[in-house]
């Protein structure tokens, strides 16, 4: 961390904004600014009074570039607001100039249009449920928005149960609604989540590790006996095996994954598969 | 007797008519700004920036519907090849009695008439409980 402190220091002494290829996989800081890949050309060392804006010749070579979380736009750059690692994705179809974004850890969740959670119903009120999901105000979901649900055929929902939806609507200006129903009107696993199991909450760090496509933990937990887990993108999870036993010990495993290395992680599946 | 106007004079008055309509309008008096057609997009969401797995998982068929949708969610996304293990389990009695109990009482709700509704609205706090028997016509004795 002193490393990046004396960046930072030095970057901010001199406002020099830095550019965002040089920066990928580096921590940054809230306040940095990062220039994209067409405008480096005139921030050299020597250009230190007048820099003129440049819109038209850096603009088009990138085409389209994605700020994500963790970014927003500043003219024409990148203004850092999350400290984490700073990471790009390249397009895959080729149409735009990619997606930054800061990967940084944090508990609270704020609800964000498009993300599956996991909610708790904590009041019914006419025609909606009002869903506990973490965030500063319950979303709102209507009975609606479940598969098969018409106005004489109402869902079997009571207070106190979970719900696996997605945000339809998730800003900071309105209150969030959810639905357990996709654009064609299928479930696809949404919905009300059984009996049983454990709920528990972890960061949204370690959830987006676990959903990674190629993670480990999850291909090895998945090796030890049959269960079934949920993830949220609110930093829940929900679990589910055979015997309570076998439930919390995959509950300690998970909360543990955040802070074990994968030395100490293979150490203690094996020890689970022994016994 | 009113003259009709010639086509010149209608087409002079209707000039007239426009400017003074448009010189009452209000409009900004400055230099056309160039648009600045913005290339960077602000988005609040991970799933444009990792490809991340559905979130509902089952392993060695614990739930054999999740399974299927895991297949089927992750095929969208190329997922690598899964191992097909079907592993059939028996679904336990006091699922089966429990789904059923409850069953019964939505599906009966739907094709019971109004009056007999109000049977199962009683029942609304726990399961919904079968509807409970009518009342006929009791014919006197006498």
Not at chain 1, 8 to 16: H, K, P, Q, T
Not at chain 1, 106 to 128: E, F, L, W
Not at chain 1, 197 to 213: N, S
């Amino acid at each position: 961390m002193a490393e990046a402190a004396a960046l930072v220091a030095e970057s901010l002494a001199g406002y020099r904004a830095r550019a965002a290829r040089a920066v990928l996989e580096q921590v940054v800081l809230p306040g940095e600014e990062l220039l994209l890949p067409g405008q480096e050309d005139g921030e050299g060392p020597g250009s230190a009074g007048e820099r003129p804006l440049r819109l038209n010749a850096g603009a088009r070579s990138g085409g389209r570039v994605v700020c994500g979380p963790g970014l927003r736009r500043c003219g024409d750059r990148l203004l850092v607001t999350k400290c984490g690692r700073l990471r790009h994705k390249e397009p895959g179809s080729g149409n735009g100039g990619g997606v930054y974004w800061v990967d940084s850890q944090q508990k609270r969740y704020v609800p964000v249009k498009g993300d599956h959670v996991i909610g708790i119903v904590t009041a019914k009120s006419g025609d909606i449920f009002k869903v506990d999901v973490g965030g500063s105000e319950p979303a709102s979901l209507s009975y609606l928005s479940f598969e098969g649900a018409t106005k004489r055929n109402r869902p079997n929902v009571q207070v106190g149960d979970l719900i696996y939806g997605q945000f339809v609507v998730a800003n900071k200006d309105m209150e969030p609604e959810m639905v357990c129903i996709d654009s064609c009107g299928r479930a696809n696993g949404m919905g009300v989540i059984g009996q049983d199991g454990l709920l528990f909450k972890v960061t949204l760090g370690l959830i987006r590790r676990l959903l990674a496509p190629d993670c480990e933990i999850l291909q090895e937990v998945g090796k030890l006996y049959p269960l079934e887990i949920v993830f949220g993108m609110n930093g829940r999870i929900w679990v589910k095996a055979k015997t309570i036993q076998q439930t919390l010990i995959l509950a300690n495993i998970l909360e543990a994954c955040e802070h074990m290395t994968a030395d100490q992680r293979k150490q203690i599946f094996s020890r689970l598969a022994e016994s | 007797m009113q003259r009709g106007l010639d086509s010149e004079t209608k087409k002079q008055l209707e000039e007239e008519e426009k400017k003074i309509i448009s010189e009452e309008r209000w409009y900004l008096d400055l230099p056309e700004l160039k648009e600045k057609e913005s290339f960077i997009i602000e988005e609040q969401s991970f799933l444009l920036c990792e490809d991340l797995l559905y979130g509902r998982m089952s392993f060695r068929g614990f739930n054999p519907e999740v399974e299927k949708l895991m297949l089927q969610m992750n095929a969208k996304n190329k997922a690598e090849e899964v191992e097909e293990e079907t592993v059939e389990l028996d679904v336990s009695d006091e699922e089966m009695a429990r789904r059923y109990e409850t069953l019964v009482g939505t599906i009966g709700k739907k094709f019971a008439k109004k009056r007999d509704r109000a049977n199962y609205e009683e029942d609304e706090n726990g399961d919904i409980k079968p509807i409970k028997t009518k009342k006929m016509f009791l014919k006197p004795q006498d």
